[in-house]
C-alpha cells in the first residue's frame, strides 16, 4: 500500500548506484622478480572520485615504490543522479500520502493538481538529463578503471622488460542496471504527465471523451495508483452526505473552473450515474 512503482524504481536507482563499490587488480612483472607485485588490488567506489584513489606500486628499481592514483572526478553526474532519485522518491511519497489523505485540500483551487503537474513535468526531464549525464559519466569511469588504462599510469610499465597486466576488471552489471532504471524513472514519470494533466482539468471536452475509453482508465490506475485510487472510491457527488459538505462546494468551483459550464455539469451530475461524473474527476 505504501510502496508504489514510482518510489520503487527510485529505490533501485540509487541503491544501485550509490551502494556501488568495485575493484580491479593489476600485476607488475618486474625484470627483477623479487620487486614484482603481481596482485595489487584498487578499490572504489560511489562517488567516483577517482583522483582521490591510490595504491602503491612497484617501480622496479631496488626496492622503491611510488604512489599512484587514478585519472578523473565523476562525483557531479553520480551524485546528481542520485540527488534526483532521491527527491523523486521523497516527492512521490509525499504525493501519495497528500493524495489519499488530503484530498480535499489537493483539490482545492485546483492548486495540488496544478503543482503536481509542474513538478511530474520538472522530474521527468529531471531523470531524462541526469539519466544521461550519469550514463555518460559511467562509461568514463569504466575507462578511467579499465585495468589496461590504469597499467599506463605506472611508471615501471613504462619500461620496456617490465611486464605489466590485469588480473581482474570491475564488475559492471550494478551500475550499469542503475542506468536502465534511470531511463525506466523517465519513462515512467513523463508517462504520469498525462495523469497529472487530466487532473489539472485543462483538457476541453474530457467528459466527452472519457466515458468510452476502458484501456485507457485501467493503464492509468496501473500507471499511477496514487492519483486513480480515490475517485473510484469515493464517488463524491452520488452519496447524499457529501453533497452538503464544504468538499463540494470546493469541487464545483474546480469544475466551473474545468468546463466553464456549470449548467452542464451539474446536469450531468444530476441525471446520470458514476462513470459521467468520475470522467470528469478525472
Ligand atoms: C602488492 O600490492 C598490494 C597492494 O595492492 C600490497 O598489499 C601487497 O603487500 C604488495 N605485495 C608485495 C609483494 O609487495
Redesign the pocket.
Known sequence: MTVFPPQLFAIFAFATCGGYSGQLRVSVDCMDKAES?L???INFAYPFRLHKVS??A?MCEGRRRERVHLVGDFSSSAEFFVTIAVFSFLYSLMATVVYIFYQNKYRENNRGPLVDFIVTVVFSFMWLVSSSAWAKGLSDVKVATDPSEVVLLMSACKVHGNKCGSVYSPIWSGLNTSVVFGYLNFVLWAGNIWFVFKETGWHKGGAQRYPGSGSEKQSASFNQPPYNQPPYTQPAFNQPPYTQSPYTQSFNQTGGYITQGDLVQSSDYGQVGGPISYANQM
Do not use: D, L, T
Open positions: 607485485n596482485s595489487i588490488g595504491f602503491e612497484p
